[in-house]
Each structure stands twice: as structure tokens, then as C-alpha cells.
């Protein structure tokens, strides 16, 4: 690095080391506990002080136990970044794993178990087995934990210990005599302990009934804890061991005994309250009488937060009859005028969900429907309209009289699923719409702008209208368009939040667990990276159940690419029967629950059980789709095949999509190779990627992705300082854009760096503008295309300002979009 | 099965940070905090507890203004983390006394101290004051009590006549005394959130009690303790005994609580543990006379303007009085102006029109039991109506304490403590406190 681009970078503040560094050789014992506190205290905040190791280790040859401590907590954090150095600490720690008092012994095994460098594990062998024996239970109870910490960090030395002659054998077997003795301890440990043993003994299978309500018997008493954890467990107990009891009456008092508990859980911290509702959401699916007399405590409290309103709502759509309809619809009235809007949209579809649901009451929900719509609050019109839409298709022929209302609101409809559902009831019902030709027509003045989902309905509107009011052409072709496009439509049901019933089976058996409150099997969340060491630690798959993964190689594009695939057409005939999915309203992603990884583009409810999960990423220089499928029908997917509408960059597969065959309750994995410039788009710059997916027993699925483009900057992004002034002057002007990032915020410098140059947005240089900090950064798009990146902030404050200069200046929203997501995350 | 627990402020400053599995990415905390602030780009909202980002499961909950955060990997009992998340806060607060960021901060060796205790490797050990007090050797820096803002009248606690501050109970339960004197005597606090819905008539649509008995032990040589309910007490709808019984939905005890006598005369053995935890937990749905009765009613009185009249009237006995009582009321999006009109002789009201979210609030320092108070308020509007006006404002909603009464009229009837010598008296007080939950009339 020359002298000359030393204005673009600031150097580390320098004072701070050499004082701490010469207090901690004080000759002062208390001086040098202050610095050792003063050099945990930056430690926490980020600052390395890691060069001040042997200075912190000189410390620890101390009878007072606190300033051992803070060195300890030292060497746990920089053990691994100085490894050689924390050798010396070594004969230390095995002093003091012999010392008379016990609080010692244990403090150093526990320390040593801690510091995952490998040289230190083998000087911990020796001790560790003499603590295990060691008389003070508190000793022994730390070198327990160490065995575990001992095999995490080395399995094959910790084979040669003591684990080795328990390896042979399974480690943890439940037999009914382990039960027994479980059940027993259950009343004599801890809270925490509670949770670990009910959680494990959730995974016995009972002989039969007696044994079944044996145990339950034992478990019933943890339902009065004040531990909502061990709430939450024991009532997993009971779940499981209710489905092997065969009396009606025994199973009907339990449903009894657990309902008070669960809804004592609603009187907990709100954080606590969120993980019961999620919970409870899939107890009522599998036993709706355990709380159906209970929907008044699911009535949403005034204060209570977002995300525990959401889940209550969700329940009480679950628990609504013909008894407390009443109840019901005046609560969801009033929750349709609050403030937050997210809140009232489901407030308004969860009148619609309760009409679809119970038959008796639909006209009173109707009403009410109404009622918010004279309100005239704009986005309470259009979810009223798209429920209203979903009550025809459910009761056809039977609530028309409304549709004059509904024609009031026309000129405040913005949002495409409003638009859609109405555009849908106007042609469903032309014949008895007076204007239905001039309503259309006055939609159709925005046809080109409007997304795909409105002008589809549009175009299927229009051709009812003309089946329906023709006013010229021959009526043989007319009678059998209208066999076609006006057939009977199947009936729709409320089962759009619905489970699959195998995913609810395995969501049942890891209640009290996250994958109850994610509503996912563990599979879906969990990413193995310790593999063995967590089957030892963490095994709670029920027997029999299957991993998640089969995944295919990707097939990479060596040679030529093969020739673009055909794009593909849009289902017109499927959609102009009414059958297409495509027009009956997704359900909505729970938005409290942050999902996989990978975001969902098809969901089950959509794909009737058949999901997909995808995301463009990049590896090694080549581009994928990531994706995952999972199989929630009753019956094997195969013979699966993928293709990619024109887009922007020409995105297409390299090959043929490679999953095996999918046995229900099963996913699979897959990285599908792409290709860039084989299926160019004309037109304005998109970020969508409108992808068709088929399998043999389904019809086509089109579902819409979104692309963050930093997928796209290539590896040879990097740019040397002079060539990047150079091609910042060569560029006019004219090429440079800004925008302003107003809640971006840059804590930690280094982590951002390393965060963009990950996905290959190269860091060139710095300087300082008054008080700002400026950066700038290169990448590259295929073809060469250069990115140069200006971004201004104060580190550590809200705002970021960012300017970017390319040969391609109508790229820049695309740019700005990936550099703002790269910033956020 | 917890990879990191950190400590957050509300600026997202880290003040405490342990790494328990050596596997976590640098910049969770970072990570986390971004999520978190920003979760509802376009307006605010609160994170749910439990999240996943990338594979890594954040869990957090917020308490005295700090963010609590623990994360894992694999797929654990998320109420267990959060409990646990409670359980550290309120370990820490037995310690400090009183738990801030600014105590926080003074005492972080202690806090890391106590953390090494209560997870090893990512695994609870033990939550127990008592028990960490024998491994662990900082004192803490106490925050002088004259510098925290004053807690009101509200936590006066109660042995006879005597009176003893609510301040007593923010002393740190293992400090020593100035002079090395051992305090000897226990706080009860019984204390009961209601909530309740009126509809627009003034009848209850919904009506909740949400008790808890909290103790908080300074005793030493840990003696057992008698603590007896009323002998009429129920609990489920099963086993209703008389109109005068106090009937409960439901109850759950620490573990600490031997139940042996509950069933047959209502009383609960315990040996407290040190440090502050609940007794027992109850819930009550069963018509109560709630404190206050709300009338509210808006009305339009010109094309552009309207008048609002809430009433608020103390059904509790005239020998007790409300604090802090506040009552807020939505108003149209539409409102530019309100003027206010308060009842002759109104002493320690304060009223005020909330420009940036269209809210009235209406505050009384102090209501007296039996009383009646009314506001008025005329409303300026900047657009015409155009439906209901009832459907654009309201509800009304309160929030207030009330010393000295509870609702459900559960009564802790004797607290006996067993005694080593005769010399041996520990002081014993008692405190009942009612607070607002969700307190609304709707319009």
C-alpha cells in the first residue's frame, strides 16, 4: 500500500493499549483487577485487545478469585486466536484443578473446557477424569458438562476416554424402568431439569392404554408450575400419551384438566404469550374441544403487542361455531377499526374466513362486511372486497344482491388483489349488472400497467361478459364456449391456514418446541453443521422419521449452452373454468415468523401439499436456484421439470432440474444451475423471474420470484485505486446517480466490509468529509459492466447516502436495491 | 443448546456478551438488533420473540429497557429460553438491586460472574440467588435509592399501622447492611391486573384478573413459612361452595410451595428461597365489581366539530385512593383541535390533545373512592365526516393503580414464619396493589 493512499485510511486509535498494557504490570494487585476489568469491558463492546494476551495471563498466578475469573473469562475468548500463547496457561489450569477448594477445581475445568484449541484438550483428559470423581457434587457436576464440551471439540480424542466403552452401546435408552425413574426424579429436580426430562420422555411409546395413563397420572401435577416451560412440556406429554387411551371418559377429563393451564399461559409476558398461541393453534387443530368453550380469552387485549393480536385472531377463527359467531363478529368489528393496519386487514379476513366457514352465519358476516365498507376507510374496502369475492365463489348465486355496493367503491381500488377480486365479480355476474360492459371498460384503460394477476382476470371478464350479453356471432360457437368457460365450479372451503394433517402430526409431536412456533418440521430450520455431536446432544426425531435432505447434485454447465428453452404460455383455459388456483387468495405468510432461508414461492395451501421454497444465490462464480420441494400430499411426486419466463438478464436453467422421486411427508434440495443471456426480455429492467414447476401428478405451477441482484457481481469486481478514479472521470455526469438510505446504519465497519465483499462488492478506499465517513466500493455485472459506489455516513448513526456511477445508468435502482439489502442484512 | 447470550440497550450497544459454543458468526448482536428495529419497515411493531435468521434462532425479551438475546441452532423449547431469559433478569435484579442499564453497566463483572454460574456450555445450571450466592464473590455497586425516580404512593407497603417505602425492596437481597447488620423480614406483595371491556353501553363484555403473590426474602437462616388464603377459596367452577366464595379459573405455585395443606384449609408451605419470586400465580374470570366505570360518549354538534364526554366514576370505598390514573381516548384522523372543559374545582387534572397520533389523554393525580369526575372536550375538525363518528374515535382506555384493594378480594390471612427463639421477630409486610391491564370502554 504507497504512501499516497494513506488520506483514504484512517488508523487505529493507539493510546489505549500501551495503558492498559502497563497497568496490567502494575505492582498493584487492585490496579491490575481494574485493568483486567477495563480490558473485559472493551472486549464486550468489540474491541480487539487480543495483544494484550500475555500481559492478561500474567495475571492469573493469583489467590484472588475474582481477578481468576475475569483472566479466565479472557482466555476463553482469545484462546483460539492465540493458541501458542495459551499453552502457558496450561500448567495453571491443572494447579488449580488440584487446589483445596472446590469452587477452584471446578472453575478451572470448566475454563478449560471452554478454550477449543486442541492442544489444550489433551493436557484436559487427566484432570477431567480425576474431577469426574472428584467428592464435591459441584465439581462433579461441572466435569460432566466438560465430557460433553470434551467430545464436541475433539471426537476422536474424547473416543479415548471414558465415552469410548459407552460408544459401543446406545447412550441413552428408554426403557420403562428408565421411565420410572425419570417420573421419580421429576419431583425431585429443578425447573430447568423438569423441562429436559418431560422433553425426553415425550419420545416414549407406551406399551398400552394402562401404561399411557399411568403416566399421565405422574405428569398431571406439572400442570400447576409457574414455569410456563414446564407448563408447556407436561401437556406435550399428555398429548402424546392421550392418542394410546382408549377410554372416552379419561380422554375427556384430561381435555378438562389441561384446558385451564393453556389459558393461564395467556397470562404470562407477552414473549411467553406468542409461544402458546402458536402452540395452542396446533392443539386446536388435532383437539378442538380442549378450548372450545374458551374463545373469550383469545378476544385481543388493548395493549397487547402485533404479534400477539395476529395469533389470537388466528385462534379464534379456528374456534368459531354457530354458538359464539355473534360474540365473535361484533370482537373482529371492532378490531376492523383500530389503528394498525396490518391488524385490521386481518381482522377483515377473518370475517370472510368465519363466513366461508360456518354456512348459518354467512349473512350475518355479510353484514358486517358492509357495514365496515360505508366506513369508507380505503384498505377496509379492498379486503372487504377480496373476502366478499371468496364468500360467492363459496355460495354462489345467493348474496348477489350486494354487488351494487360493492360497484360504489370502484374509483378506490389500487391494491391488484382488490382489483382482481372485483374485476372477478363483475364478470361472474354480468348478466346482472346493468354497466358491466363500461365498468370493465374503464379498467381496461390501465390494462398495460396493470400486474399479470389483474390483467389475467380482466381478460377472463371479458370474455364472460360477451358469453353472457353476446350481441352478435354464430350460436353454435357461443353454446360451446359457454359449456367451457361457464361450467360448475367446485366449491371452496376455509382451508387455507389449515395443515396438511402429516405436517400437523409432526408439529404435534414437537410441540413446546420451535418448530411449533415456526409451524415447520425441525428439518427446515435446522442446518446440521455439527452433525454427530448434535444426535448426541440434541436427538429429539421421533424413531422412523426420515431426514429431510436427498439432495441431487447440480449439473454444471461445461460445454456450450444448450439452446433456450421454450417460455412459458400462461394457462388461459385452465383459468377461464375457474379451477386455477391462481384466483383463489393465498393465504397470508404469517408475518410474525421469519421462515427458512429459502422464502416461500409456492406454498402448500397453493400447491395443493406441494411447496416449493427458492432463491437465486451465487457459488463459486456460478449462479444457482436454490430450491427445496416438499411433498405434504398423500401420494409420490415425480418427473419434475422447471422453466424460466424472459426476464431482464435472460436467467435459464443449464440443465434439466434433477429431484428424485418425493414420498409424502418428504423434501428434497436441489441447486439448479443457470444460465445468463438465453431468454432476454425487451422492455424496462424487472427483478422478476416468472417460473412454471410441474410434476407428473400436478398440474403446471407458476409462481413469481424476485432476484436480489448482487447475486449477479461477478468475482473480478475489484478494482485497482487509480483505474477507479480513472473510469469515475471518464464517466459524464449524467451517469451518476443517488439515493438515500435513510435507516441503514453502520455499526461495525469491518463486518460490513467483510459482509460485501462476500458477495463481491470490493472495498477501495476511504476518507473523511467533515464529520463523514466515505467509502467506496467496486463490483462488476456479466459482460463487464462496472459498478462504482460511493457510500457516505456517519458510522455508528442512522442515514447512509449512496451514489453510484456505471456505463448503464438505467440499472441504478437495481444497484441501489442489492446495496441497501447488503447493508441491512 | 444456547450458543450466545448477550445484552443489549435500546440503542443496541452491546453491555454483555458470552459465546458458549465457539460456533456463532461474528455480528449476531448486530444482526439481531437490525432485525429488530427495523421489523416493520413503514411503521413501528414490535419483533415477535422468537425469529430465524440464516439458520440461527434469536430469542429476546425486553425488560427495564434492556434486550435480553439468546440464540441457538437446533430446535429447543422456546418457552425454556425465554423463562430462562425472565429468569437471568430477574437474578441479576435480586443482585443490583435495581436493574437498569446504568447498574447494569457498573456491575458487568458480577453480571459475567453470575452468568458463568448459571450456564455452562450453553446449558442451564441453575437460576436459584440462593444457591449462586455460595459461587459467587463480587459485591455489587449499589445505585443509591434517593437518585431513582420516585415510585409513588402507590408502594407503600403495609404491617399494622406501620408503613415501610416501596424503595425497601430495591435494596439488593446478598449486599450487606451499612455496619454489616443482616436484615431480617419479608415483603408479600399481592398484586392484581384487571382487564376489562365495557361496551358501548357501559355493560362488560369481558372482565379478567390476573394475580400473582410475589415474595421477596430477606430472612435469614431461610425459615419455613405458613402462608394462609381465604378457607373459602375455589378454584375451577366444580366445587362452588357459596356467594361469598372467591372463585379461581386457575392457579399455578413456584416449586418451592408444598401443597399438602392447600386442599384442606388453603394454606401453602414454603421455605422461601432469597431473592424474588412468585408464590403463586391465579386468574379469574368470574363477575368482579370492577374499580372505575367508564361512560363515554362523542356526538357531532356542527359540520365541522364535535364534543366528547367521558365520565369516570371510583366504585371502590371512600377510604381508598386511585393514582396515576390516566385516560386516553383515539380521536378522529381528521381532529385539528381540541379544547377542554373540566368540572369546577377539578384539583391535580392535567388534559392534553396528542397532535402527532390524534389522542386526548385526560390525567388525575388522584381519584378518592365513591367520586365522580367528568371532561369535556370539543373537538375541531379539518374535513367532514363521512359515516359513523363512533366508528372513528374511541376507545377509551385507562390505566391506574389503586394501593390497598384488590378485586378478586383474595386475602393473604396470616403470614406465619417459624421462629428459632423468642427473641427471633422478622418483620413481616404485606402490600395489595391493583393495577390496569387493558382497561377499555369501547363507544
Keep these: 500500500m504507497s504512501r499516497n493512499d494513506s488520506k483514504y485510511f484512517s488508523t487505529t486509535k493507539k493510546g489505549e493499549i500501551p495503558e492498559l498494557k502497563e497497568e496490567l504490570n502494575s505492582q498493584y494487585k487492585d490496579k491490575r483487577k481494574d485493568a483486567v476489568k477495563k480490558v473485559i469491558a472493551a472486549m464486550t463492546v468489540g474491541k480487539d485487545v487480543s495483544s494484550l494476551f500475555t500481559d492478561v495471563v500474567n495475571c492469573m498466578q493469583t489467590e484472588n478469585l475474582e481477578l481468576k475469573k475475569l483472566v479466565y473469562l479472557y482466555l476463553i475468548n482469545y484462546a483460539k486466536s492465540q493458541p501458542d500463547l495459551a499453552i502457558l496457561a496450561v500448567n495453571t489450569f491443572v494447579k488449580d484443578s488440584q487446589d483445596p477448594n472446590p469452587l477452584i477445581r471446578a472453575l478451572a475445568v470448566r475454563t478449560m473446557g471452554c478454550i477449543r484449541v486442541d492442544k489444550i484438550t489433551e493436557y484436559l483428559c487427566d484432570p477431567l477424569q480425576r474431577c469426574l470423581k472428584d467428592d464435591d457434587p459441584y465439581v462433579r457436576k461441572t466435569a460432566a458438562i466438560c465430557v460433553a464440551k470434551l467430545y464436541d471439540i475433539n471426537a476422536e480424542l474424547a473416543a479415548l476416554a471414558e465415552i469410548q466403552e459407552n460408544s459401543s452401546r446406545p447412550i441413552f435408552e428408554l426403557t420403562s424402568s428408565t421411565l420410572s425413574k425419570l417420573l421419580t426424579a421429576l419431583n425431585e429436580c429443578t425447573e430447568w431439569g423438569q423441562v429436559f426430562i418431560l422433553d425426553a420422555l415425550s419420545r416414549y411409546k407406551a406399551a398400552d392404554a394402562r401404561e399411557a395413563e399411568n403416566i399421565v397420572e405422574r405428569v398431571t401435577p406439572r400442570l400447576q408450575h409457574a414455569n410456563c416451560a414446564v407448563v408447556l412440556s407436561a401437556v406435550k406429554m399428555i398429548l402424546q400419551q392421550m392418542e394410546l387411551i382408549t377410554s372416552t371418559d379419561v380422554v375427556r377429563n384430561l381435555c378438562k384438566k389441561m384446558a385451564p393451564p393453556l389459558v393461564t399461559l395467556l397470562s404470562a409476558e407477552p414473549e411467553i404469550q406468542y409461544v402458546a398461541l402458536r402452540n395452542i393453534n396446533l392443539i386446536v387443530q388435532r383437539r378442538p374441544t380442549i378450548l372450545a368453550h374458551e374463545i373469550k380469552v383469545f378476544f385481543c387485549k388493548y395493549n397487547d403487542p402485533i404479534y400477539v393480536k395476529m395469533e389470537k385472531l388466528e385462534i379464534m377463527i379456528k374456534l368459531a361455531s354457530d354458538r359464539n359467531i355473534d360474540q365473535v363478529l361484533l370482537e373482529f368489528k371492532e378490531y376492523a377499526t383500530e389503528v394498525d393496519v396490518d391488524f385490521v386487514r386481518k381482522a377483515v379476513r377473518a370475517i370472510g374466513r368465519c363466513a366461508i366457514k360456518l354456512e348459518r352465519a354467512a349473512e350475518r358476516c355479510i353484514s358486517v362486511l358492509l357495514e365496515l365498507i360505508k366506513i369508507k376507510v380505503n384498505y377496509v374496502v379492498q379486503e372487504a372486497i377480496i373476502v366478499i369475492k371468496d364468500i360467492f365463489r363459496r355460495y354462489p348465486n345467493t348474496y348477489e344482491s350486494i354487488i351494487a355496493t360493492l360497484c360504489e367503491n370502484l374509483d378506490t381500488l389500487d391494491e391488484p388483489e382488490a382489483k382482481a377480486s372485483m374485476i372477478w365479480i363483475i364478470g361472474e355476474y354480468a348478466e346482472r349488472i346493468d354497466n358491466a360492459d363500461e365498468l370493465l371498460e374503464s379498467f381496461l384503460e390501465s390494462f398495460p400497467e396493470e400486474p399479470a394477476q389483474v390483467q389475467l382476470q380482466l381478460l377472463t371478464a371479458t370474455v364472460k361478459l360477451f358469453l353472457k350479453k353476446p350481441t352478435e356471432g354464430p350460436q353454435q360457437m357461443i353454446q360451446a364456449a359457454k359449456d367451457v368457460v361457464l361450467a360448475e365450479k367446485p366449491v371452496i372451503t376455509d382451508d387455507s391456514n389449515q395443515l396438511d394433517p402429516s405436517l400437523l402430526d409432526e408439529l404435534l409431536v414437537n410441540i413446546a418446541t420451535l418448530s411449533s412456533v415456526y409451524h415447520k418440521p425441525p428439518d427446515a430450520f435446522v442446518t446440521r453443521t455439527y452433525l454427530s455431536a448434535q444426535k448426541t446432544e440434541d436427538d429429539d426425531y421421533p424413531e422412523g422419521s426420515e431426514t429431510g435432505y436427498s439432495e441431487s447434485p447440480g449439473n454444471h454447465a461445461n460445454g456450450p449452452a444448450s439452446p433456450p428453452p421454450t417460455a412459458p404460455v400462461p394457462d388461459l383455459l385452465g383459468d377461464l373454468m375457474g379451477t386455477d388456483n391462481s384466483s383463489i387468495v393465498p393465504p397470508d405468510e404469517p408475518t410474525t415468523t421469519t421462515g427458512p432461508p429459502l422464502s416461500i414461492v409456492l406454498p402448500t395451501s397453493v400447491g395443493h401439499g406441494f411447496q416449493v421454497s427458492a432463491q437465486l444465490t451465487r457459488q463459486d462464480g456460478q449462479i444457482f436456484y436454490s430450491m427445496l420441494f416438499e411433498n405434504n400430499t398423500h401420494v409420490p411426486l415425480d418427473g419434475f421439470m422447471i422453466q424460466f419466463n424472459k426476464n431482464t438478464f435472460g436467467l435459464a436453467a443449464a440443465g434439466p432440474l434433477q429431484v428424485p422421486q418425493l414420498q409424502p411427508g418428504t423434501s428434497a434440495r436441489t441447486l439448479l444451475p443457470m444460465v445468463m443471456f438465453q431468454n432476454m426480455s425487451q422492455g424496462p429492467p424487472s427483478s422478476l423471474l416468472q417460473v412454471a414447476v410441474k410434476n407428473n401428478q400436478q398440474p403446471v405451477w407458476y409462481f413469481n420470484d424476485k432476484f436480489s441482484f448482487h447475486v449477479l457481481f461477478t468475482e473480478d469486481g475489484i478494482m485497482e485505486r487509480s483505474a477507479f478514479l480513472e473510469t469515475w472521470r471518464s464517466l459524464p455526469d449524467s451517469n451518476e446517480v443517488s439515493k438515500d438510505f435513510p435507516a441503514i446504519v453502520i455499526d461495525s465497519v469491518e463486518a460490513t466490509l467483510d459482509r460485501l465483499a462476500a458477495s463481491n462488492v470490493f472495498f477501495i478506499a476511504k476518507r473523511k468529509n467533515a464529520n463523514q465517513d466515505v467509502f467506496y466500493f467496486s463490483a462488476k455485472i456479466p459482460q463487464g459492466i462496472p459498478l462504482l459506489i460511493e457510500l457516505t455516513t456517519v458510522v455508528g448513526n442512522p442515514g447512509a447516502k449512496c451514489a453510484i456511477k456505471t456505463p448503464s445508468p438505467e440499472m441504478s435502482a437495481f444497484f441501489f436495491e442489492a446495496i441497501e439489502t447488503l447493508l441491512r442484512s | ?443
Design chain 2, 1 to 443: 443448546m444456547i450458543l450466545q447470550f448477550f445484552v443489549l440497550s435500546q440503542r443496541g450497544d452491546n453491555i454483555v456478551y458470552r459465546d458458549y459454543r465457539g460456533e456463532a458468526q461474528k455480528g449476531s448482536a448486530e444482526t439481531f438488533f437490525r432485525k429488530v428495529k427495523f421489523w416493520k419497515e413503514d411503521a413501528e411493531g414490535d419483533a415477535p420473540p422468537v425469529f430465524n435468521i440464516d439458520g440461527v434462532n434469536y430469542f429476546h425479551v425486553k425488560v427495564a429497557g434492556l434486550l435480553f438475546v439468546a440464540t441457538t441452532r437446533v430446535n429447543v423449547s422456546p418457552s425454556l429460553v425465554l423463562e430462562l431469559l425472565q429468569r437471568i433478569a430477574r437474578v441479576i435484579k435480586d443482585y443490583l438491586g435495581v436493574l437498569n442499564e446504568d447498574s447494569f453497566r457498573k456491575n458487568f463483572v458480577l453480571v459475567y460472574e453470575l452468568l458463568d454460574e448459571v450456564i455452562d456450555f450453553g446449558y442451564v445450571q441453575t437460576t436459584s440467588t440462593e444457591d449462586l450466592k455460595s459461587y459467587v464473590f463480587n459485591e455489587p455497586i449499589v445505585i443509591d435509592a434517593a437518585r431513582m425516580p420516585p415510585l409513588g404512593p402507590a408502594s407503600i407497603f403495609m404491617q399494622g399501622t406501620k408503613r415501610m417505602p416501596g424503595t425497601a425492596i430495591t435494596k439488593s437481597v446478598v449486599a450487606n447492611e451499612p455496619g454489616g447488620r443482616k436484615r431480617d423480614e419479608i415483603f408479600v406483595d399481592v398484586i392484581e391486573k384487571i382487564s376489562v371491556t365495557f361496551n358501548s353501553s357501559g355493560f362488560i363484555l369481558t372482565s379478567e384478573i390476573d394475580g400473582t403473590i410475589q415474595m421477596k426474602s430477606y430472612l435469614t437462616g431461610n425459615p419455613e413459612i405458613r402462608l394462609a388464603l381465604n378457607e373459602d377459596l375455589s378454584i375451577g367452577t366444580s366445587d362452588y361452595r357459596g356467594s361469598g366464595a372467591v372463585i379461581l379459573d386457575d392457579c399455578n405455585f413456584h416449586e418451592s410451595v408444598h401443597l399438602d395443606s392447600f386442599d384442606v384449609d388453603r394454606t401453602l408451605s414454603l421455605v422461601p428461597p432469597e431473592g424474588e419470586f412468585p408464590v403463586m400465580n391465579y386468574r379469574m374470570t368470574q363477575p368482579f365489581k370492577p374499580p372505575f366505570r367508564i361512560n363515554a360518549l362523542i356526538e357531532e354538534t356542527g359540520s365541522l366539530k364535535a364534543e366528547v364526554t367521558i365520565k369516570v366514576r371510583a366504585e371502590f370505598n371512600s377510604s381508598i385512593n386511585a393514582n396515576t390514573v390516566l385516560v386516553q381516548m383515539p380521536l378522529p384522523s381528521f381532529t385539528s383541535r381540541v379544547t377542554f372543559e373540566l368540572e369546577p374545582g377539578a384539583v391535580g387534572h392535567t388534559t392534553d390533545f396528542k397532535e402527532a397520533n390524534k389522542r386526548l389523554e385526560w390525567g388525575l393525580k388522584k381519584v378518592v373512592g365513591g367520586s365522580e369526575h367528568t371532561l369535556r372536550a370539543k373537538l375541531t375538525f379539518s374535513q367532514e365526516l363521512h359515516g359513523n363518528i363512533m366508528k372513528e374515535a374511541g376507545p377509551v382506555s385507562m390505566t391506574f393503580t389503586v394501593p390497598m384493594y384488590n378485586a378478586s378480594r383474595l386475602q393473604v390471612k396470616y403470614l406465619q414464619i417459624a421462629k428459632k427463639s423468642k427473641a427471633h421477630n422478622p418483620y413481616r409486610w404485606v402490600r395489595y396493589v391493583t393495577q390496569a391491564n387493558s382497561y377499555v370502554a369501547r363507544l
